[in-house]
């Protein structure tokens, strides 16, 4: 599958072109105070635990990937193997941070980072079940950077789901 030099470059341009949106986004949230990264020193500590398990995490996601590789020859591109095991890595750290009440910071608030998820997610899911459909997901048997949008989708709406499942479990251990 030999792709043009023009293609290549669109592709690039399309990442940085997303990149540069996203640090848009979250410097606006952090102008509007809606994000602000103040934890105490409990939560502080609950997040290095998060890293630490995030980071072997994506040690082990990585060896799997390149050992699939090896057994089963190339079953995705390089950068759709690499997304795969970063999001099974954000999950990780994420669901510890969200289990050890370490999420979110002091001046956050659950209900907007909810929604900002579900939009997050949402979005990203959309946009994968397009280039499903236009067959840009699996070329020639093999999964390809068509995946990305999904593959982040599916990440940001599994964090929804268990920061909403915690959340819940919360409320309800506090009416107890």
Same mark, same amino acid.
């Given at each position: 599958?030999? /792709?043009?030099? =023009?293609?290549?470059?669109?592709? #690039?341009?399309?990442?940085?072109?997303?990149?540069?949106?996203?640090?848009?986004?979250i410097a606006l949230l952090f102008r509007l105070k809606i994000m602000d990264l103040t934890f105490?020193?409990?939560?502080?500590?609950?997040?290095?635990?998060?890293?630490?398990?995030?980071?072997?995490?994506?040690?082990?996601?990585? /060896?799997?990937? =390149?050992?699939?590789?090896?057994? #089963?020859?190339?079953w995705c591109d390089v950068i759709a193997g690499v997304m795969l095991c970063a999001g099974v890595a954000l999950v990780m750290f994420a669901s510890v941070c969200i289990v050890k009440d370490a999420y979110l910071s002091l001046k956050e608030k659950p209900r907007t980072i909810m929604i900002l998820l579900t939009v997050v997610g949402s979005l990203n899911l959309a946009i994968g079940i397009m280039n499903w459909k236009n067959g840009r997901v699996v070329r020639d048997g093999i999964l390809t950077f068509g995946a990305a949008n999904g593959i982040c989708g599916l990440m940001v709406l599994v964090i929804l789901v268990v920061y909403v499942v915690n959340h819940l479990l919360a409320k309800r251990e506090d009416a107890e």
């Amino acid at each position: 599958m030999n /792709l043009s030099l =023009g293609y290549n470059f669109g592709i #690039l341009a399309a990442v940085l072109v997303g990149a540069l949106v996203g640090l848009g986004i979250i410097a606006l949230l952090f102008r509007l105070k809606i994000m602000d990264l103040t934890f105490d020193e409990r939560q502080e500590r609950a997040r290095g635990q998060a890293y630490k398990y995030g980071f072997w995490t994506l040690m082990a996601c990585l /060896l799997l990937y =390149g050992f699939s590789d090896m057994v #089963l020859g190339r079953w995705c591109d390089v950068i759709a193997g690499v997304m795969l095991c970063a999001g099974v890595a954000l999950v990780m750290f994420a669901s510890v941070c969200i289990v050890k009440d370490a999420y979110l910071s002091l001046k956050e608030k659950p209900r907007t980072i909810m929604i900002l998820l579900t939009v997050v997610g949402s979005l990203n899911l959309a946009i994968g079940i397009m280039n499903w459909k236009n067959g840009r997901v699996v070329r020639d048997g093999i999964l390809t950077f068509g995946a990305a949008n999904g593959i982040c989708g599916l990440m940001v709406l599994v964090i929804l789901v268990v920061y909403v499942v915690n959340h819940l479990l919360a409320k309800r251990e506090d009416a107890e």
